[in-house]
């Protein structure tokens, strides 16, 4: 005689409950998975940027020194430095400028940006390609310095927009490597003499996910390194 078990209900209930749960960790997992890709893209785009402009040094990139009405062309060359300028602008965007910081600019060893209108001269500093943004709502980032070790650490500001202000710049001669390094908390100006500098990314939702870039100031070379704490 043929039996016709079936299942009970309790069995069904039980198979399906262990099938949402594998389910709802699994889509957990991946959904983390792909905040962490994004975070990784977003570092490695940073790190890029910071490293775009030691190459622009090293090779003496030719940018335009000057510029002129038609037909007079523009005069181009080697500027006095080529640099790299982090700050938070008013609408909350951490900004990563690359550029070129030139004799005829309001100032010198900063970064000036471009006016608001077309101007035939520049009294701003030369911006080489398009600025990276990064949500400022979203990463932090933070200067340290280190001398030995990571218990050695110090901090020295994270980089915010208004009322308090602050920046990185940092310098790179094309006739030597070693690099010169300032920030600005307001007007302050903070010029930073250790050998490295330390720029530390985090999700500010995620705080497991953080990265940082370890600058050897008197080579400009920049590399991913181990968190400080």
Do not use: C, W
Not at 202 to 221: E, L, P, Y
């Amino acid at each position: 005689m043929i039996s016709k078990k079936g299942f009970t209900l309790f069995e069904i209930l039980l198979v399906v409950t262990i099938m949402a749960i594998i389910s709802i960790a699994a889509l957990t997992s991946t959904v983390s998975i792909q905040k962490q890709f994004v975070f990784i893209n977003t570092f490695k785009s940073l790190l890029s940027k910071v490293r775009e402009v030691r190459f622009y040094a090293v090779t003496q990139k030719s940018v335009t020194l000057k510029e002129n009405t038609a037909p007079t062309p523009n005069e181009e060359g080697i500027p006095s430095s080529y640099g790299v300028h982090i700050n938070k602008n008013s609408q909350n965007q951490l900004t990563v400028t690359v550029f070129a910081d030139l004799l005829t600019s309001t100032t010198q060893n900063e970064f000036d940006p471009p006016p608001s209108t077309p101007f035939p001269l520049y009294t701003s500093d030369y911006t080489i390609g398009a600025p990276l943004t990064l949500d400022g709502t979203k990463y932090k980032l933070e200067v340290f310095t280190k001398q030995t070790s990571a218990a050695n650490a110090t901090s020295l500001f994270e980089i915010t927009g208004t009322p308090a202000a602050t920046s990185l710049t940092l310098l790179y001669p094309p006739s030597e490597i070693k690099i010169t390094a300032s920030g600005k908390d307001g007007a302050e100006v903070i010029m930073i003499t250790d050998p490295y500098i330390y720029l530390r990314l985090t999700d500010t939702a995620n705080t497991q996910f953080v990265k940082t870039i370890q600058i050897f100031r008197r080579s400009g070379i920049a590399e991913e390194s181990q968190n400080i704490t």
